[in-house]
T-cell receptor
């Protein structure tokens, strides 16, 4: 079955440390890939997306993500985390064929320690 | 002004009551979506509409209905609310089915 997996429910990172959030998908062909962020009490905001081309994608707020076809992964990274990055992060995919809708992972909650 | 608005932002209701959540957008998008968010479950699609005359069930449509009154308006109804429909509800829009979705601020619904 098609699915999106975010294996980490919670991650705690020290302020200034690097961050990597994992996302794996299970689809027959490379889907379109997205990362969204949800700050407390807020809606979801798009961080970045991958449709095709360069497998390293730059997004807003200093985030980047790398698509690895061989691993069916689209991991989100940031070199230096700020306290304001504390939020919940969602990976989402939509199949690259036919009419289809977005499927979300269950999210990873990022906590930032001083 | 926000591109995607939802009303109300918070609602407490009782079991068996009918309730409507409303969504309006000024982005000019044809595609609109309703999701619910539960802790640990991420977002799950309830209904979606690709244009005014198109309504489709999502993953968890049982107990819900929708109405697309205009390109800019998409309402979600709970005909007879039950406690396990307590959740955070989001409306979203996009300009094509694989495009970026833009989310409203959410409606927190509590069914007692």
């Amino acid at each position: 079955a098609q699915s999106v997996t975010q294996p980490d429910i919670h991650i705690t990172v020290s302020e200034g440390a690097s961050l990597e959030l994992r996302c794996n998908y299970s689809y027959g062909a490379t889907p379109y890939l997205f990362w969204y962020v949800q700050s407390p009490g807020q809606g979801l905001q798009l961080l970045l997306k991958y449709f095709s081309g360069d497998t390293l994608v730059q997004g807003i707020k200093g985030f980047e993500a790398e698509f690895k076809r061989s691993q069916s992964s689209f991991n989100l990274r940031k070199p230096s985390v700020h306290w304001s990055d504390a939020a919940e992060y969602f990976c989402a995919v939509v199949p690259n064929s036919g009419y289809s809708t977005l499927t979300f992972g269950k999210g990873t909650m990022l906590l930032v320690s001083p | 002004d926000a591109d995607v608005t939802q009303t109300p932002r918070n609602r407490i209701t009782k079991t068996g009551k009918r309730i409507m959540l409303e969504c309006s957008q000024t982005k000019g998008h044809d595609r609109m979506y309703w999701y619910r968010q539960d802790p640990g479950l991420g977002l799950r699609l309830i209904y979606y509409s690709f244009d005014v005359k198109d309504i489709n069930k999502g993953e968890i449509s049982d107990g819900y209905s929708v109405s697309r009154q205009a390109q800019a308006k998409f309402s979600l109804s709970l005909e007879s609310a039950i406690p396990n429909q307590t959740a955070l509800y989001f409306c979203a829009t996009s300009d094509w089915d694989r495009g970026t979705q833009y989310f409203g601020p959410g409606t927190r619904l509590t069914v007692l």
